[in-house]
């Protein structure tokens, strides 16, 4: 019998995590891009574009998970394992870095521009949108977190 490591592909708590990061995904770009003018700076360009890519990988793996869990049988091959952490891993850094430099570029705005560069309405869905964002890292860090832990029990 297999080791139960909560978080970890093919369980509920992975689900979870994974169903997560796509909501608070899609909560970042519609707070970005809904009515905003967003493509004029590079950073809330790249948070897009990470986000675009976050939320396909999370759904996928999300179904991975639900069928894994209905069916009650994880798949955890080695090599699928280790696709899993690797690719959680590189779009946890790059969400970090997309949260990180939407984040600061708002916060710019907000305390050195002024209502020159946006106005109070705009800079606020700025925030909201960061503030996504770092909630969907938070989830997606856990997710290659728990896999992490798994991998080595594989071999």
């Known amino acids: ?9 093919g369980t509920s708590a992975s689900l979870a995590l994974r169903l997560g990061q796509a909501v608070f995904s899609v ?8 009515g905003v003018e967003f493509y004029a700076y590079t950073s809330f360009c790249f948070l897009v574009t ?4 976050t939320i396909p990988w999370s759904l996928t793996l999300a179904m991975v998970d ?4 209905f069916v009650k049988r994880p798949s955890r091959q080695v090599q699928i394992v280790f696709i899993i952490v690797i690719g959680d891993w590189v779009l946890s850094f790059l969400s970090l870095a997309a949260a990180c430099s939407t984040a600061s570029v708002a916060d710019f705005m907000i305390t050195e521009a002024g209502a020159f560069f946006c106005g109070k309405k705009l800079c606020s869905r700025y925030q909201l ?6 909630l969907s890292w938070c989830l997606s860090i856990g997710s290659a977190l728990f896999n992490l832990w798994l991998l080595p029990s594989l071999y």
């Open 50 to 53: 990470i986000k675009g890519l």
């Open 66 to 69: 639900a069928f894994s869990v």
């Open 129 to 134: 949108s960061a503030a996504m964002a770092f």
């Open 27 to 34: 909560a970042s770009l519609l707070f970005m891009c809904v």
């Open 1 to 9: 019998m297999e080791e139960e490591f909560p978080g970890a592909i």
